[in-house]
């Protein structure tokens, strides 16, 4: 179905976020789970006991290589027409993870992902640095943990705006989305995810789009293996272009 950009354009400035229904090919995102599920058990075999995102919550870099890498993910017309309006051209990706709630898992602290561009004016309003981008890898119901967002908070003063959600005058919403569906939203957009009481895993793919002067310390990324590298299209090697590459693989 065709998207029309300039509308979800229009939605992220005003709500923080817009939802691509069914876009992303359900097969290719069945192949990453499947990728995903040997990763996230070595993961854990190390890991259970120190979640690094509450109880029961695992935020885990990814290695970019298929089929958790698959061109309809990162060379996608809709999302770059999307990216490059809100953040102007050349922007580029410095982030490839998963966000899983597991059972058990609690609700997070309302939150936004970013720290503060000018420290000295954390409520100064201005468009957004970056843009988050998730699909899920299962589709997400109520009880598997859904993200739960407060619509139209991304420009507001976050440390009063918290307050005002945490007594109610501001909804938080659960995005329920199926295998297929991608949100891309202005991380400062605040949010929490919800408890996952299902024996379900939730896996979310994360991905983050910079615009050219931005930049932040980044210490899980996996190196792209350049013959991953080589096949890329012309353009998502300019979006990846801040990746290390394996020279060996
Ligand atoms: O995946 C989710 O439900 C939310 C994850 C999140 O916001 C975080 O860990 O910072």
Not at 53 to 69: D, K
Not at 100 to 124: A, N, R, W
Request: with cysteine; glycine share 4%.
């Amino acid at each position: 179905m065709a998207i029309d950009t300039s509308a979800c354009v229009q939605q992220i400035r005003d709500i923080g976020y817009c939802i691509l229904r069914g876009h992303f090919p359900v097969e290719a995102v069945e192949a990453f789970h499947g990728a995903f599920g040997p990763i996230a058990d070595e993961y854990l075999s190390e890991n259970a006991e120190q979640p690094n995102r509450g109880p029961n919550r695992h935020y885990i870099a990814l290695p970019l290589r298929p089929p958790l890498y698959h061109p309809s993910f990162f060379d996608n017309d809709d999302v770059h027409a999307i990216v490059t309006e809100i953040l102007g051209e050349g922007a580029y990706i410095d982030q490839f993870a998963s966000d899983t709630p597991f059972k058990d898992s609690v609700h997070q602290e309302i939150h936004s992902d970013l720290g503060l561009l000018f420290d000295e004016e954390p409520d100064l309003s201005h468009p957004p640095a970056l843009l988050a981008m998730n699909w899920p890898l299962v589709d997400v119901t109520p009880e598997r943990g859904p993200f739960q967002v407060a619509e139209a908070t991304h420009r507001l003063p976050k440390a009063e705006t918290i307050e005002r959600i945490k007594v109610g005058d501001v909804p938080l919403k659960p995005l329920l989305m199926d295998v297929g569906d991608v949100l891309i939203r202005d991380p400062r957009c605040l949010h929490r995810g919800s408890p996952n009481v299902t024996d379900t895993p939730r896996p979310v793919a994360v991905t983050s789009f910079m615009r050219t002067w931005y930049t932040r310390e980044r210490v899980d990324a996996h190196p792209i293996p350049r013959s991953v590298f080589d096949n890329f299209s012309d353009r998502e090697r300019q979006v990846f272009r801040r990746f290390v590459i394996d020279e060996s693989k």
